[in-house]
């Protein structure tokens, strides 16, 4: 698909990729079974930029009994291919666990195990991924006044690459999301450092404090209750219990990829009213199982007079204020306004998560994408966003598209079938330029 450039032009990739997490690895095994299909002559060159060392999928939350939250059949590419060879079943089978694994009779593995069939697949494709490499900058280059190429400045320690593409697709992730105020420490977390955190800590920490009632702040509070026998793990939350996800069929259909299509065509005050109505299935809910043990554990502890799992419920945290030894705390009761101040070794915050805004790296390129009325990032269907005239290029986004493709944004569910979308219009446009361009380039594939 790349033609070739006049004199000594740099290459230039049909599409580079930043972040190499499960979106943009999906991204890239979609391009190579495409390339793998037609050819050179028809191939879509890619390469990609990760900043971590080496693959990592939310490594400090791989708690080692946690479990996915979504059907390994919305692996990296089953739903868009169910031949492909890179599924988790194919993956199960080159570990020697396809027929244990389907004795369980269950469709959620492990997250450990998730983790092991997502680095399998990213080494699979790791000829498209420089690791180590931030990418910083991302700058228009203009031709006869339309900006036709994207340079990507990529940091690896001192060192800078700078690498040329018509299209970017951007899967940066999430970032964590603390309240307003608060400042991450050694003692006050967030739930993406715990395994990390909880290494670092030392001695013998007797209480914790984690704030929230979603996913992450449950597996904290078990995980700190397990980890740590002699400790007191106090849960602080505005809700009176943890409220279960649900993950009903209907309702589970609301991340099928037909809802996509749904939601991104519905008016404004539809899309409102699905969210509301839907976000019990991931936000600020609990997986049933969960909410079950810890209460039977909570109550275990009632019976033997052994409290030390703590549920403060309809309160808030309004202060934490980090001293030589330990964190103090203030949770104020909801119901009363009663302060309680306690003492604790740490405090994890398990208030969620935010997208990285898709346009902050892009510089000078994000004059030419369109916002909303409400400053939202306009994203067409194809999840490129929506450019001015002078612009040629595409910019994909992974990520960041909740306001305008619904709820699955941010989840593997439609990963395997949202790259094929994007690879399908990279084709379609990729053709009109092909045509009009002229010779095949001397490589495909990737290109360090
Ligand atoms: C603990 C936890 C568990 C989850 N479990 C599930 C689940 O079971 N099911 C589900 O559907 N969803 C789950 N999610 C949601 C999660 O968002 C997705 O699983 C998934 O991580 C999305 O993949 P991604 O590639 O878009 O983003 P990420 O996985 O966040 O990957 C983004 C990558 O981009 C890299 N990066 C960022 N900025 C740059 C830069 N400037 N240059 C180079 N690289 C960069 C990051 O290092 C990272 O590797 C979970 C989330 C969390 C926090
Ligand atoms: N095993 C797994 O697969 C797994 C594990 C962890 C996370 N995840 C996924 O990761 C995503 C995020 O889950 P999450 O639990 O991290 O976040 P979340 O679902 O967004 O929950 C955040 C929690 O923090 C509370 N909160 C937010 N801001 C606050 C503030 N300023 N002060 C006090 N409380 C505040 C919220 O309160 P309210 O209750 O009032 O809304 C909510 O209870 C989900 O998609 C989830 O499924 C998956």
């Known amino acids: 698909m790349s033609p070739v450039l006049p004199g000594d032009a740099p290459v230039v990739h049909d599409l580079i990729g930043i972040g190499f997490g499960p979106s943009n690895v999906a991204m890239a095994i979609a391009l190579s079974e495409h390339n793998a299909r037609v050819g050179r002559r028809e191939a879509v060159t890619a390469h990609f930029f990760e900043r971590q060392q080496g693959f990592g999928w939310h490594r400090n939350m791989l708690i080692d009994d946690a479990t996915m939250q979504v059907s390994f059949l919305k692996d990296l590419v089953t739903l868009r291919n169910p031949a492909s060879e890179f599924s988790f079943l194919c993956y199960l089978q080159s570990r020697g666990r396809l027929v244990d694994f389907l004795n369980q009779k269950n469709l959620f593995p492990l997250r450990v195990e998730f983790h092991d069939y997502l680095e399998w697949a990213a080494a699979r494709v790791d000829d498209m991924v ?64 715990l395994l990390g955190r909880v290494e670092a800590l030392r001695g013998r920490p007797s209480r914790f404090l984690v704030v929230g009632a979603g996913q992450s702040a449950a597996e904290n509070v078990a995980y700190l209750h397990r980890r740590f026998p002699d400790a007191e793990v106090c849960a602080v939350f505005s809700r009176y219990g943890y409220s279960p996800a649900d993950d009903s069929s209907f309702a589970n259909r609301i991340f099928d990829p037909a809802a996509v299509g749904d939601y991104f065509s519905a008016p404004d005050a539809v899309k409102r009213r699905l969210m509301d109505y839907h976000g ?57 306004g009663e302060e309680t101040p306690l003492d604790a070794d740490a405090v994890v915050f398990a208030t969620g998560y935010r997208p990285a805004d898709p346009l902050a790296l892009l510089g000078r390129v994000a004059d030419h994408c369109h916002r909303d009325d409400q400053g939202r990032v306009r994203v067409e269907r194809d999840y490129r966003v929506a450019t001015g005239p002078g612009f040629r290029g595409g910019i994909y986004v992974q990520g960041g598209t909740e306001h305008t493709h619904g709820i699955t944004s941010s989840l593997l569910s439609n990963t395997a079938v ?31």
């Not at 275990?300 to 030589?324: A, D, I, M, W, Y």
């Not at 979308?421 to 380039?441: Q, T």
């Open 280 to 336: 019990n299935t991931n936000y600020s809910v609990v997986d049933v199982d969960l909410i079950d043990a810890l209460y039977r554990e909570a109550y275990r502890e009632k019976v033997l007079g052994t409290e030390r799992l703590r549920f403060l419920n309809v309160s808030r945290l309004t202060g934490v204020e980090e001293g030589r030894d330990g964190v103090r705390a203030t949770v104020t009761s909801l119901v009363t």
């Open 418 to 448: 949202r790259v094929g979308e994007i690879l399908e219009s990279l084709l379609a446009r990729g053709r009109g330029a092909a045509r009009a361009a002229g010779p095949v380039p001397d490589e495909v594939g990737s290109a360090r």
């Open 130 to 193: 420089s690791y180590g490499h931030e990418v910083v900058a991302v700058e228009p280059v203009t031709v006869d006044g339309v900006v036709e190429y994207l340079d990507v400045t990529a940091r690896s320690g001192p060192e800078a690459v700078v690498h040329r593409a018509r299209n970017v697709v951007i899967g940066t992730g999430l970032r964590p999301r603390m309240p307003e105020g608060v400042d991450r420490t050694d003692r006050i977390w967030h739930t993406s450092d």
